[in-house]
């Protein structure tokens, strides 16, 4: 073989090699199936899921779990976005009859927000197989939580498929929860940023918060802590409307809270998330501004944009675009301090804390607090805020370090 031929082949195999490396990661619900298959072999089951319950070569796993001999898949239990994800935020979902495989659709985001005894009363198990991204304020861990709750008074097994943090199992920060804002959008004392998997989650969950639950996490296969998304080797499929791809789930822990006040973040535009504005903003003036503060791994643009529904629907919204320049340095809740602090100074006669939920601002409820608000309108500097709250995180780690599952 000649050197060009032992060359060319050096370079395939590197290049395939890369590809498995890269590919490694084998989610819950494929350990179950090759591995685990004794959890629900003979069991009727309910399945918690939307379109993000794939395996790594996007196969539905309603489609996988229907076709397993000696298995029961009898119904289906539909988040916040529904079973599909074509709901939006906040809308109010009825059950139906699933078009697709006939099965019955209950939904935790109607009525009711946690299963009834009516619903589980022909099941030996509920499995909850759902890729969440990693913050606090996102619903999907609170439908896990209250489902738990529900497993267990009704004496049935529940069973977690875990799947990654996307952002991924190392970096922890932003407020610990305050007992007094729990709601759907944060049920427990945990911080907005928790580094944790959903599997992790709810052993914590389950022992912490005495929920006490008969709870099996089957864990993934390769996963490590250090791992981002997009080291995965998975594909991301959209987890809600506006979270259409992994740029926006590491922009969502900063704008998300922002989206919450009298600002736009670009909901209703193609990029969600990546923008903040509001007809009001002077661009250039934000810019200026922000730029003094000198913040570390991202960028701006100034930026015009029109929102096709929500916040300014059909009005020109003016202010600055983000662009992540050094995942490394970009710290999502000190810009978003930095963001905020920045537009209260330059336009408090125009700008305002948004709506309210139960006589609580969402800003607040998605913070786990009121502080945050209260230091920003005091003035105080974003290094005060922060450390401020790294005293209960300090305690949060201790709790955590308890229930991590990877290395």
């Not at 993000?52 to 898949?73: A, E, F, H, M, Y």
């Not at 004392?189 to 389950?206: D, K, Q, R, S, Y």
């Not at 930026?303 to 629907?313: D, G, L, M, T, V």
């Not at 450390?387 to 209960?392: A, G, L, M, P, V």
Request: aromatic letters at 12%; one cysteine or more.
């Amino acid at each position: 073989m000649s050197r060009v031929m032992l060359y060319l082949l050096l370079i395939i195999l590197v290049f395939n090699g890369a590809t498995l490396a890269k590919g490694r990661v084998r989610l819950g619900l494929e350990v179950l199936i090759s591995e685990r298959i004794e959890l629900i072999r003979g069991k009727r089951i309910g399945l918690i899921t939307n379109q993000t319950g794939v395996d790594s070569q996007l196969r539905s796993n309603i489609d996988i779990l229907s076709k397993i001999p000696n298995v029961k898949l009898m119904t289906l239990f539909a988040p916040e976005h529904g079973i599909r994800g074509e709901r939006m935020a906040g809308e109010y979902i009825k059950g139906y009859i699933d078009e697709e495989t006939n099965l019955t659709v209950y939904s935790l985001y109607g009525e009711t927000r946690k299963p009834t005894r009516d619903m589980l009363k022909d099941l030996d198990v509920i499995i909850f197989d759902i890729q969440d991204i990693g913050v606090r304020h996102y619903t999907y861990i609170s439908t896990m939580a209250l489902s738990m709750e529900s497993a267990k008074e009704n004496g049935i097994d529940f069973i977690v498929l875990d799947r990654p943090n996307p952002l991924g199992g190392v970096y922890v920060d932003g407020p610990v929860l305050e007992p007094e804002f729990g709601s759907f959008i944060g049920l427990y004392p945990i911080p907005n940023i928790h580094g944790m998997t959903v599997g992790e989650l709810a052993l914590l969950f389950n022992s912490e918060f005495r929920i006490s639950a008969r709870l099996t996490v089957v864990p993934m296969d390769g996963w490590k802590r250090d791992m981002k998304f997009d080291s995965t080797g998975l594909y991301w499929i959209i987890s809600s409307p506006n979270i259409p791809n992994f740029e926006t789930v590491l922009l969502y822990p900063c704008t998300g809270p922002i989206g919450d006040t009298y600002l736009s973040v670009g909901v209703g535009t193609t990029k969600p998330f990546h923008f903040v504005g509001a007809p009001y903003i002077n661009p250039g003036r934000l810019i200026e501004e922000l730029l003094k503060r000198k913040i570390r791994g991202v960028i701006f643009r100034p930026a015009y944009f029109i929102p096709r529904y929500s916040k300014f629907q059909n009005e020109v919204c003016k202010g600055v675009e983000l662009f992540i320049s050094d995942r490394g340095r970009f710290n999502p809740l000190e810009t978003c301090l930095d963001i905020l602090d920045v537009v209260y100074r330059l336009y408090r006669k125009n700008f305002n804390w948004g709506d309210r939920s139960n006589g609580r601002y969402l800003f607040d409820l998605s913070m786990g607090t009121d502080k945050v608000r209260k230091y920003i309108e005091a003035g105080m500097d974003k290094e005060e805020i922060i450390k401020i709250w790294k005293k209960d995180l300090e305690k949060f780690m201790s709790v955590r370090n308890k229930y991590l599952i990877y290395k």
